[in-house]
């Protein structure tokens, strides 16, 4: 099992270019996320899915966007980038969601992402 | 929302001491989550736990609810022990909030 696999690693950005980081797992997980994590800040959640079709909206969403077409795939697209969105981007995965009370979650390596 | 504290945010320890973090929230919770990030690397649970004391080698971890105070231990640190350890604890279901880590050093 590969766990979490995100792509790419490292990504430098002009302002107002688009991409799309890749966030894949095989553990057949229903819950699938992005956090970004920022100098003297904890994690926080970008958006979230519970499942294939499903996606909400966590603590920080805008200037992103996602869509869950597959269990297994979860993009995080900017479409616009900004210097704000400058950041380490973090996947994350777990059996249903359940992380408040009783799941552990999964992580992916991360991305660094720097918009100039 | 929860608020989420961490301490202390920086700790530097001799190889072989006894390491102790602290993690404090402000609202009752139902699991609380530590994690372990190495430098430039990714993210890793280390323990889920909602009363009491886990432990997994080295590593202990405890909570106290009635508290809401959760503490990481590390026995006999080695440098490779060295990376940020992080808090997080439930809100409302599928959200997690995180505290900002403590960066630890374990010197040679």
């Known amino acids: 099992n590969a766990g979490v696999t995100q792509t790419p690693k490292f990504q430098v950005l002009k302002t107002g270019q688009s991409m799309t980081l890749q966030c894949a797992q095989d553990?057949?997980?229903?819950?699938m996320s992005w956090y970004r994590q920022d100098p003297g800040m904890g994690l926080r959640l970008i958006h979230y899915s519970v499942g294939a079709g499903i996606t909400d909206q966590g603590e920080v969403p805008n200037g992103y966007n996602v869509s869950r077409s597959t269990t297994e795939d979860f993009p995080l697209r900017l479409l616009s980038a900004a210097p704000s969105q400058t950041s380490v981007y973090f996947c994350a995965s777990s059996y249903s969601g359940h992380v408040a009370t009783n799941e552990k979650l999964f992580f992916g390596s991360g991305t660094q992402l720097s918009v100039l | 929302k929860n608020e989420v504290e961490q301490s202390p945010q920086n700790l530097t320890a001799q190889e072989g001491e006894f390491i102790t973090i602290n993690c404090s929230y402000s609202v009752g919770i139902s699991a609380l989550h530590w994690l372990q990030q190495h430098p430039g690397g990714g993210i890793v649970s280390l323990f889920m736990?909602?009363?009491g004391k886990k432990k997994h080698g080295r590593l202990i971890a405890t909570i106290n609810i009635q508290e809401k105070h959760s503490s990481l231990h590390i026995t006999a640190s080695h440098p490779r022990d060295s990376a940020v350890y992080i808090c997080?604890?439930?809100?409302?279901?599928?959200?997690?909030?995180f505290g900002k880590g403590t960066l630890l050093t374990v010197n040679p």
């Open positions: 553990m057949n997980h229903e819950y």
């Open positions: 997080a604890v439930g809100g409302s279901n599928y959200k997690l909030t």
């Open positions: 736990l909602s009363s």
